[in-house]
């Protein structure tokens, strides 16, 4: 590297961690959006937010990033150096092909589009949404055409969210996701309708009086355990839970509380540890840069998948645990045994909310969402034939036709927040879930009995190790080949739905 | 206005706009840390301020703010666009003249000597702190040479938080206050010597078992009676009380609570609480605009005195409020009547601790510090000879001689933060809430029942219409000879010391 590039790169990096201050504050003005600000406050955070994204987006798009970008030299992607520049040629060329207007424009439809989507799944009524969907729809589709794809625009859009995701793989993932869940789904709702067995009753001993502050205790000691630092996060409550760094050493969950219902919360709060256990553990030089934080969302959806699923809703993490959650609900668990707990957590029942779907049915709700958006995108479904489609797709995967459009094309905010190519983070995040846990498993087989003992810290090293410190340094399919030798790969997730699920319907 | 005028009037507004923007967002990242802010985002924290503050002074400064005021035509301050437009050069000019290099010294050195503060009063260490001061000092007296004056460097700098105070006017007025209340404060040390009455006796009242639940409830009631509106607000708990609006429609407030004494939230709720009504009530045109907001910090604080002191120190409040208080704290009151509740909130007593002094003392405290810093920036005195000047004048003007430095000159963080100018504003916020009281009273007479009732409708209306709404458009002067027909005057405020403190004490 000369001394002309190093001032180049030098100046890049001051440049980039403007960039990605302006970003952290954004995310402090969302929480605090979420949590704490008065009412009245909300036009102007808008301003605010509105202000502070388009001064991070004239910085990244201004040309003297472009210059420097050039002036640091050939990016060699297996040094850090490298990996940094190539991150931020990236962020700059993406950003830098779509024209300011088609930007603003998009902010200003997805604003309004966003309280129509309230209204509208309130009152169920899909025609106080669908115009503004079929601009959203229009927006996304100039945006994939400005960005550029090879074979198919939702391509462009899946980037977003999933660098180097592309339709044509995604459509081999779910096919054979699907070959192996619909049979599953089939045979357990066979065995169910044979023995007489009802979901309604599996699931009861998650339903009953469970105060808050207990609840609230029992999931700040989980994560705890697997190992969230309070002293760089905090827990508070809002209506939709989220994660969120707004700031180098901040990584902060959110939790929603149902009295009368023990999953929103406890699951809730390892989902979102998950993700923040992932964003604590990136590599601490990397602050303010494009490193920092998760590669994509697909794998920090992995992250909290498997803190959820893999160790939260797994046998011998209640083997330890359920005798400390039956001591804080003494009442409502008193004639629930570990076993018994452990089958309500894990009922497997077609329904129509994605967000309470099981972990096997709930790829059945990305497959729709996946097929439906990107044939919007091509063109070849319009946003008058959505619900019809929706509830045809619903029927066919999973048997269920929505009882109402609130129930159905409207449930999910997603589309009308513009998040287009987003829906199959999820799924890639379950499959990669499991891909990832096996090969911890592989190196440390103790795993299981740690967990057994209530410690995480064996599997939370090797997560930080080969996952978390990277950041996004490596791309997803690079960092998954590195860390499992394979490319994403929905096998291994397959057997673990039907060994799991096999086991508790008693299938073989 | 030409058509040209007006289209660098509105670019110039946008771009106003912005600068409030990133300034109010300054102002959430502040609360956050003195509230919820994880302690491993403090340097992360520092940066994202850094940047914020440098972002909005660059485009403050930015030559092209000072075209747009140039192409805006010349103001008419009778008029809001007019008003608007001076305001605006007055904070061009003011940073303009700021050298970039000399205001991140000045952040740096003071991010420094902030921390050396704390730890230099700690452990009560003079020497820990004198370098930062001496450093701090060096810059604020090159500031004054750049930011110019016609009289006094002092000026210079008393203009950043009362624009167009001057140490001439100041020191009229500090001694027209001594020649009033160092007679009244010797009264009542040689009553209170002849009849054996003890301060300590007279407070009793305010110390014993206050549980932090009921004073807030009680703090909350008080100020939603005041007009506080909760709808564009709320109440958080920091060590050291504030008030900040971290946004159009948000003017939140924090409280400290101490279990074992009423006054800190009791009084630092009202206190507040002032500061917010006033924020509250500006004009809502206003947003995003150089008017938002108080017109200086003397005015701010005449709003959070009038409150806190002629409003809940009076008798004719808790001749309302006293059962309440009593009702919620029926232990440790129940041997208080009214009368003596009253007595133990007016104890007139020199003290080493300005933040815990009294109505009366406290003003003495504020010409200390105004003739000392004042000193300092014309050279007169030095920082090695601080600590003693400043036991000399607390023995000259208290009679008391401080334990330490930490209880002396060591006691307040304003020097440290390189706040030089701002201690006379308190001074002035007390002179001007009596001069703005009697102006109310005037126009409404009912104000001291309806205060008796529980109710300040009318006092807040007056203050609405007279200072309130108008925000920043008027200066401090034009505001108060608005408003009262007279420029700042202390005789009213003596006049009603020497009346409450000599009836309480029965001088007469």
Redesign the interface.
């Known amino acids: 590297m000369t001394s002309k590039q190093e001032t180049a790169y030098q100046q890049l990096k001051d440049r980039l961690?403007?960039i990605s201050?302006?970003q952290?504050?954004q995310s402090?003005?969302f929480w605090?959006q979420q949590t704490?600000?008065?009412?009245?406050?909300?036009?102007?955070?808008a301003?605010?937010r509105a202000?502070?994204s388009r001064?991070s987006h004239e910085m990244l798009v201004d040309a003297e990033t472009g210059r420097l970008l050039d002036a640091s030299g050939e990016p060699d992607p297996s040094s850090e150096r490298g990996a940094l520049l190539r991150r931020a040629r990236r962020d700059y060329e993406r950003a830098a092909k779509m024209p300011a207007d088609l930007v603003a424009r998009t902010s200003r439809v997805t604003a309004l589009s966003e309280s129509a989507w309230v209204r509208a799944r309130e009152e169920s009524d899909w025609t106080l949404f669908a115009p503004h969907l079929e601009e959203i729809l229009s927006l996304k589709r100039e945006a994939a055409e400005f960005l550029g794809y090879e074979h198919h625009p939702y391509d462009a859009l899946l980037d977003a969210y999933e660098p180097g995701a592309k339709k044509a793989r995604l459509e081999t993932m779910f096919e054979e996701l699907k070959r192996g869940i619909v049979p599953l789904i089939r045979a357990v709702a066979e065995q169910s309708a044979e023995r007489g067995r009802d979901s309604e009753d599996r699931a009861a001993p998650l339903y009953g009086r469970f105060g808050e502050d207990r609840q609230e205790e029992f999931g700040r000691a989980v994560i705890s355990a697997f190992g969230y630092?309070?002293?760089?996060?905090?827990q508070?409550r809002s209506v939709h839970p989220f994660c969120v760094g707004?700031?180098?050493?901040?990584v902060?969950i959110t939790t929603r509380f149902d009295p009368g219902w023990l999953s929103p919360a406890l699951f809730g709060t390892m989902h979102e540890a998950g993700h923040a256990l992932y964003t604590q553990g990136v590599n601490q030089d990397y602050?303010?840069t494009p490193l920092d934080g998760g590669t994509s969302m697909g794998v920090h959806e992995s992250q909290s998948r498997l803190w959820e699923n893999l160790v939260g809703r797994s046998r011998p993490f209640w083997a330890c645990y359920y005798s400390k959650l039956q001591e804080l609900f003494p009442e409502a668990l008193k004639e629930v045994d570990a076993e018994g707990f452990y089958r309500a957590i894990n009922v497997l029942e077609p329904s129509e909310i994605r967000v309470e779907a099981d972990e096997v049915t709930y790829n059945l709700h990305i497959l729709l969402r996946f097929e439906l958006e990107a044939a919007l995108i091509e063109g070849s479904l319009s946003i008058a034939d959505l619900p019809t489609a929706w509830n045809a797709k619903m029927e066919e995967y999973l048997g269920i036709v929505p009882k109402n459009d609130s129930a159905g094309v409207l449930q999910d905010i997603h589309w009308a927040d513009g998040l287009f190519g987003y829906f199959p983070t999820y799924t890639i995040g379950n499959v990669l879930s499991v891909q990832l846990f096996d090969a911890a498993l592989k190196a440390h087989p103790g795993i299981t009995e740690q967990i057994e003992n209530g410690e995480f810290s064996v599997l939370l090293g090797w997560l930080r190790e080969n996952v978390h410190r990277h950041g996004s340094r490596y791309y997803p399919d690079e960092l998954i080949e590195r860390v499992t030798s394979r490319p994403l790969d929905p096998a291994p997730y397959l057997s673990y739905l039907n060994n799991k699920f096999g086991e508790l319907y008693e299938l073989v």
Chains 1, 2 share one sequence.
């Open positions: 961690a403007t201050d302006l952290s504050v402090l003005l605090d704490y600000m008065p009412k009245g406050a909300v036009a102007g955070r301003e605010q202000t502070l001064l630092d309070w002293g760089r996060g905090r508070d707004p700031g180098h050493g901040d902060r602050a303010r």
